[in-house]
């Protein structure tokens, strides 16, 4: 069944653009130029992927995707034409996934919507064995079949990212991951000098969902200048 894709910005042009080159790959894409119309779209269909402009007339991409990550969990991509790094990291800090920068190529925007469809569909359709469906450890449990997390027996809400993170640092228990090994299991693309700020980013916004401390860490540990790790209990 092919994946739907909701695409949001005010820039006729560009939203039209990305709606055909979308369809071309035989997706299909719900397309509004305003951020009222997409929420009213989520609320109706099953979205499976956003993409988002920043800039929108009725509001901002930021505000959709904190609606988003209210109730959803699906990948949402932002568009920003800016290039300052903060637009990036708050885009990232709110939940989104990725970020693409304007101008950019259609078909790099559509590889990073393959490889954010990828990412989804693995980590949570997967048939690992038995052994590898269920990690639990010090009081978190992940549960690769439902996606879900538990900490100290409370759910925690996890992004799809979030949970890739933790799954991929979890279940190397005792190995420093590096943030290079991270990138390409998370977001099975290829390392370059700023994505090493992508996955800093989400680290430290998992951190703050599970109450952990970077200099003082229960569960993430910084190892400076090499990755991240978890110690093995």
């Not at 997706?27 to 920043?54: P, R, S, T």
């Not at 990828?118 to 048939?127: D, G």
């Not at 978190?140 to 879900?148: M, V």
């Not at 027996?153 to 228990?173: D, G, H, I, Q, Y």
Request: hydrophobic share 40%; charged share 30%.
């Amino acid at each position: 069944m092919a994946a739907n894709i909701l695409v949001v910005d005010d820039e006729q042009a560009i939203a039209d653009l990305v709606d055909l080159y979308l369809k071309n790959e035989d997706y299909n894409v719900f397309k509004f130029y305003n951020g009222q119309d997409a929420l009213n779209c989520i609320e109706k269909e099953k979205i499976d992927l956003a993409i988002l402009d920043v800039m929108l007339p009725d509001g901002d991409g930021f505000s959709i995707c904190q609606r988003i990550r209210e109730k959803h969990t699906f990948p949402v991509i932002m568009l920003t034409a800016k290039e300052e790094e903060i637009d990036k990291i708050t885009g990232l800090t709110l939940g989104a996934d990725d970020y693409v920068t304007k101008p950019f190529r259609p078909l790099e925007l559509v590889a990073r919507v393959k490889a954010q469809l990828r990412r989804f569909t693995r980590y949570n359709s997967a048939e690992p064995p038995q052994e590898e469906r269920l990690i639990a450890f010090s009081g978190l449990i992940l549960d690769r079949d439902s996606h879900e997390c538990m900490l100290n027996e409370k759910p925690l809400s996890l992004t799809p990212t979030e949970f890739s993170l933790l799954w991929v640092l979890a279940s190397n228990r005792g190995r420093v991951v590096s943030s290079e090994e991270l990138f390409r299991e998370v977001w099975g693309d290829k390392y370059f000098s700023n994505s090493n700020n992508t996955v800093m980013v989400h680290i430290r916004h998992l951190r703050e969902k599970m109450h952990d401390s970077a200099e003082h860490p229960k569960y993430i540990k910084t190892v400076w200048g090499v990755g991240y790790k978890i110690e093995k209990n």
